[in-house]
C-alpha cells in the first residue's frame, strides 16, 4: 500500500493557478491516498479561490494563510511540512512552471528506495530550464547553483540542482525544527541543516521547466541578497556572516580613507570618518541578515543602535590610537596599520554584539521572579563562542 501523500504549495497571489494546479495533481495522483496543501502569503483573493475549488476537488484541498510572511517562501515550505498529514511530502510552486504530471516520477522513484529525497533537476539528461526565460536568468541559477556546490562539497556532490523548488521529501528523515528558512531555496536548507545526521539522500528525475502562466516571478535583487547573506549563515555560521559583513566594512572603511587622504586630508580625521560610516553601515547590514531572529527577543531598536554605536565609537577611539602608534613606531601604511588593527578588534566586536546588543531581555520566571539569573557573563561568553563560532555548516 502506498504511503500518504502531501503536496505542499506556498502561494504568492496565484489566484489564476489554482484551479488547474488543483485540477492536473489531482489527474497525476489518481488512486492515491493524497491531498494538497497550499500556504498562502497572498494579498488578493487567492484563499477564497483555494476554498471554492476545494469544495469540488477530487483530492483534499486545504490552505493555511499567514498573516505575517515569516521568512518568505522557505518560510512557508516549513510550515507545510510541519502541518502536513501525509509524511510523503512534495513542494512545488503554485505557477505551473513546476509540471503536476512529474509527481508519478518523483514517487515511482522514491518508492524504488535508497532515497530521503527525490528531487526534479532541469540540469540532469531530458531536464529543460527553457521556462527561466532571459539567458541571464539562466546564468544566474547556474553560477548561484555552482558557488553553491562548491561551498558544500560532501552534502551536495549527488545533486545537480540544489536549488529547485520541486522535490519529494520523507519527512520521517528530516527534522523540520532544525530548519531556519530565508527566502526562496528550502531545499538547499533541507540539505544542510535538516538530516539528523547530515546524511539525506537525494535521488534526481528530469525536470522541464515550465513557462509562468500567471502572477509574476518573485526573484528580485533583494531575494538575491537575501540568498547570499544565508549562505553564508548555512557555510560558516553566524560568527561567519558577522565576519563577512565585517570584511565588506572594512574594505569601505579602507577605500574611504584612501579617498579622503589622496585628497589631501590628513590620516586621523579621514580614519574618524570612515569609522563612523562603517560603524552605521555594519549596524544596519548586522541587523538585516546577522541578528535578523535575535533582534525580535533583545531590546528596542534605539537602544540596540545606541549600544552598538557607543560600543564601536569606544572600539575605535581606542584603535586609531593604536592605528597611528604602529604608523609612526613601525613606519608601515597607515592603510595596512588600519587592516591590521580591524582584524585585532573583530572578536570583539562580535562578543559584544552577540552578548549584549542583541541578548534576549531578561524576564522573571513565573515559579521565582525574584531569582536572579544561573548564567554568568564568563559562563554567556563560553556559549557564545561554542554555539556561533563553533558551529558551522558544514564540518
Known amino acids: 500500500m502506498s504511503a500518504s501523500v502531501t503536496v505542499i504549495v506556498p502561494t504568492f497571489n496565484e489566484r489564476g493557478n489554482v484551479a488547474e494546479l488543483v485540477s492536473r495533481t489531482a489527474a497525476a495522483l489518481a488512486g492515491r491516498d493524497a491531498e494538497m496543501l497550499f500556504v498562502d502569503d497572498s494579498t488578493d483573493d487567492t484563499m477564497a479561490e483555494i476554498a471554492r475549488v476545494s469544495a469540488s476537488a477530487p483530492l483534499r484541498v486545504r490552505g493555511i494563510h499567514r498573516d505575517h510572511n515569516t521568512a518568505g517562501l522557505g518560510g512557508a515550505v516549513?510550515?507545510?511540512?510541519?502541518?502536513?498529514?501525509?509524511?510523503?511530502?512534495?513542494?512545488?510552486?503554485?505557477?505551473?512552471?513546476?509540471?503536476?504530471?512529474?509527481?508519478?516520477?518523483?514517487?515511482?522513484?522514491?518508492?524504488?528506495?535508497?532515497?530521503?529525497?527525490?528531487?526534479?533537476?532541469?540540469?540532469?539528461?531530458?531536464?529543460?530550464?527553457?521556462?527561466?526565460?532571459?539567458?541571464?536568468?539562466?546564468?544566474?541559477?547556474?553560477?548561484?547553483?555552482?558557488?553553491?556546490?562548491?561551498?558544500?562539497?560532501?552534502?551536495?556532490?549527488?545533486?545537480?540542482?540544489?536549488?529547485?523548488?520541486?522535490?519529494?521529501?520523507?519527512?520521517?528523515?528530516?527534522?523540520?525544527?532544525?530548519?531556519?528558512?530565508?527566502?526562496?531555496?528550502?531545499?538547499?536548507?533541507?540539505?544542510?541543516?535538516?538530516?539528523?545526521?547530515?546524511?539525506?539522500?537525494?535521488?534526481?528525475?528530469?525536470?522541464?521547466?515550465?513557462?509562468?502562466?500567471?502572477?509574476?516571478?518573485?526573484?528580485?535583487?533583494?531575494?538575491?541578497?537575501?540568498?547570499?547573506?544565508?549562505?553564508?549563515?548555512?557555510?560558516?555560521?553566524?560568527?561567519?556572516?558577522?565576519?563577512?559583513?565585517?570584511?565588506?566594512?572594512?574594505?569601505?572603511?579602507?577605500?574611504?580613507?584612501?579617498?579622503?587622504?589622496?585628497?589631501?586630508?590628513?590620516?586621523?580625521?579621514?580614519?574618524?570618518?570612515?569609522?563612523?560610516?562603517?560603524?552605521?553601515?555594519?549596524?544596519?547590514?548586522?541587523?538585516?541578515?546577522?541578528?535578523?531572529?535575535?533582534?525580535?527577543?533583545?531590546?528596542?531598536?534605539?537602544?540596540?543602535?545606541?549600544?552598538?554605536?557607543?560600543f564601536n565609537s569606544v572600539e575605535a577611539a581606542l584603535r586609531i590610537p593604536v592605528m597611528a602608534l604602529m604608523v609612526e613606531t613601525w613606519h608601515i601604511s597607515a592603510v595596512v596599520a588600519t587592516a591590521i588593527s580591524l582584524v585585532v578588534a573583530f572578536f570583539a566586536r562580535f562578543l559584544f554584539h552577540a552578548l549584549v546588543v542583541y541578548a534576549p531581555r531578561r524576564r522573571p520566571s513565573a515559579d521565582a521572579p525574584d531569582e536572579p539569573p544561573v548564567d554568568t557573563a564568563a559562563l554567556r561568553v563560553l556559549k557564545a563562542i561554542d554555539a556561533e563560532a563553533m558551529r558551522p555548516g558544514e564540518l
Open 78 to 310: 516549513a510550515l507545510g511540512l510541519a502541518e502536513a498529514n501525509g509524511d510523503v511530502c512534495i513542494v512545488m510552486d503554485g505557477d505551473l512552471q513546476h509540471p503536476p504530471e512529474l509527481l508519478p516520477a518523483l514517487l515511482a522513484r522514491y518508492e524504488e528506495g535508497g532515497a530521503d529525497i527525490v528531487a526534479a533537476s532541469r540540469y540532469i539528461g531530458g531536464g529543460d530550464s527553457a521556462g527561466l526565460g532571459t539567458a541571464v536568468r539562466f546564468g544566474v541559477s547556474k553560477a548561484a547553483t555552482a558557488v553553491t556546490k562548491a561551498m558544500f562539497l560532501r552534502r551536495l556532490w549527488r545533486s545537480t540542482d540544489p536549488m529547485t523548488g520541486f522535490f519529494l521529501v520523507d519527512r520521517t528523515r528530516i527534522d523540520v525544527d532544525r530548519l531556519r528558512p530565508q527566502g526562496f531555496k528550502i531545499l538547499l536548507e533541507i540539505l544542510v541543516r535538516g538530516g539528523e545526521r547530515h546524511d539525506l539522500r537525494i535521488a534526481e528525475v528530469p525536470m522541464a521547466f515550465g513557462e509562468r502562466r500567471h502572477g509574476t516571478s518573485k526573484a528580485s535583487l533583494r531575494q538575491g541578497t537575501t540568498f547570499l547573506a544565508h549562505l553564508a549563515r548555512l557555510r560558516f555560521g553566524k560568527m561567519g556572516l558577522f565576519a563577512l559583513i565585517g570584511g565588506f566594512g572594512a574594505v569601505a572603511n579602507i577605500g574611504l580613507m584612501w579617498l579622503l587622504t589622496h585628497l589631501g586630508m590628513p590620516y586621523v580625521p579621514a580614519a574618524i570618518i570612515g569609522a563612523g560610516a562603517t560603524i552605521i553601515g555594519n549596524f544596519v547590514l548586522q541587523e538585516l541578515f546577522v541578528f535578523r531572529e535575535e533582534r525580535h527577543d533583545a531590546s528596542r531598536l534605539w537602544v540596540r543602535f545606541a549600544a552598538s554605536v557607543s
